[in-house]
């Protein structure tokens, strides 16, 4: 609770525009006009994009909290913004991701079957669970999220041949080692599978690319190298994603005054996020931002319980 | 020329740059407009009410941003970015083919088949 009070106290020196009366009563930048508020929403978008970037968790994650807890969005239009949002700083980052030779096209479209049709049942879920569940379950996977991005360990590298399933479906590959190319071949195929299915799911529901998930089931599940995995969940996100887009577009989620900053803002941040990851040192970065992403995560959860979101 | 899965993934990789570039051209350029556009307060987003029908489905969006709509337009740019991964999965599937590949083939077929069908069954 200390620290979300602390994080909250920062927020008012930083925009002072927002708290001055009363957080929690008056919807704030009520007065302001268009231009002004869509400023704010694109600068918050912007750093929210850059800590996405930074941490691995990717924009959507940070932003919906940001959205619903410290400018009082509905959670519908927030998930709609994060969606398309995700989309972009998924495909945005591809070209990077692919010169690096780690990313597996097959693996990835295979898995895909799983997170769209996931996506598809989670765009579902939205109309059937009411607000305050889908707020707690986000602040959950936060959390989650906030843990993985910390105590994420790359497990030593073996190589090994493809057999059944794997082999069948010819989920191997190599990727570029110290001593040139090393093999990989997937491991329990099942699980890996159903993850993605979960993965798809929390995507649709929550509007996010579930990356923290996607990771989990290629990395741990199926054994995959760490990079393997991380560069090819990034290929999945925004095929996933569009797997809902089109049903939170038809039921009216995506609101095109509010997504343009926010998508601007979060491809932005997510761009300059990924120019700074290759000179910076990222343990450190990442610790700090975990505390952040656990505040908003604790503040969602004890929003949605005491019925304020 | 013949073709590599790194081949195909660098094509891939520039045709998704490609495509965000546009779309948040396009936002961009709807945003300035929407922004020069806009009197009195802001939009109030605290109640979910859901976006006017004429910006829900694809074919409302484009005709609404022929007639300069700026709202319809940002829905354009949006609409660009969603289609982005759906020409992934179909410019994968093309390559493929041209590795004759069959499985792989059949497997983005399936794929941006449950993507079609979620933008046709939700319009």
Same mark, same amino acid.
């Given at each position: 609770m200390k620290l979300v009070t602390s994080y909250r106290m920062k927020r008012l020196q930083l925009l002072p525009k927002m708290g &001055?009366?009363?957080?929690?009563h008056v919807v704030p930048?009520? &007065? $302001? !006009?268009t231009p002004e508020f869509s400023l704010w929403i694109f600068l918050s978008s912007l750093l929210a994009g850059l800590l996405g970037s930074l941490t691995g968790l990717g924009g959507g994650v940070v932003i919906v909290p940001v959205l619903?807890?410290?400018?009082?969005?509905d959670i519908h239009y927030a998930i709609g913004a994060s969606l398309v949002s995700v989309i972009a700083t998924s495909s945005g980052a591809a070209a990077t991701y692919v010169r690096e030779g780690y990313s597996n096209i097959r693996i990835g479209m295979f898995l895909e079957i799983a997170t769209t049709v996931g996506a598809i049942f989670g765009a579902w879920l939205t109309t059937r669970v009411p607000t305050h569940a889908i707020g707690i379950i986000f602040g959950v996977v936060l959390l989650y999220s906030a843990y993985a991005s910390v105590r994420m360990k790359e497990h030593a590298h073996q190589s090994a041949t493809p057999v059944g399933l794997a082999a069948r479906l010819r989920l191997a590959g190599t990727f570029p080692g110290e001593n040139g190319p090393q093999e990989y071949a997937a491991q329990r195929v099942p699980a890996g599978f159903s993850l993605m299915l979960l993965a798809g799911s929390l995507s649709g529901l929550?509007?996010?690319?579930?990356g923290a998930v996607k990771v989990l089931a290629m990395d741990? #599940? $199926?054994?995959?190298p760490f990079k393997v995995s991380t560069t090819t969940s990034n290929f999945m996100i925004g095929v996933t994603a569009a797997a809902s887009a089109g049903i939170y577009l038809s039921r009216g989620y995506i609101s095109p005054g509010l997504v343009m900053p926010v998508m601007l803002g979060v491809l932005g941040g997510s761009l300059v996020g990924s120019k700074i990851l290759v000179r910076a040192e990222v343990k450190t970065l990442r610790i700090v931002f975990a505390v952040v992403i656990v505040a908003l995560g604790l503040e969602m959860v004890i929003n949605s319980v005491t019925g304020r979101l | 020329m013949q073709v590599t899965d790194q081949k195909l993934e660098i094509a891939i990789g520039r045709m998704l740059q490609t495509g965000v570039f546009l779309a948040a051209a396009v936002v961009l350029i709807g945003g300035i407009l929407y922004l020069h556009q806009a009197t009195g307060p802001r939009p109030d987003? !605290?109640?979910?009410? &859901?976006? #006017?029908? #004429?910006?829900?489905s694809p074919v409302e969006i484009l005709s609404g941003a022929r007639h300069g709509d700026a709202p319809s337009i940002i829905q354009r740019g949006l609409l660009l970015l969603i289609a982005t991964p759906i020409a992934r999965v179909i410019l994968a599937a093309v390559g493929f083919l041209f590795e004759r590949d069959r499985l792989y083939f059949c497997i983005s077929l399936i794929v941006l088949a449950v993507l079609l069908f979620s933008l046709l069954h939700a319009a």
């Open positions: &001055g009366r009363g957080y929690n930048c009520q &007065g $302001m !006009s619903t807890v410290l400018f009082h969005i929550l509007g996010i690319g579930s741990q #599940a $199926m054994r995959l | 987003y !605290s109640h979910f009410k &859901g976006v #006017a029908e #004429a910006l829900r």
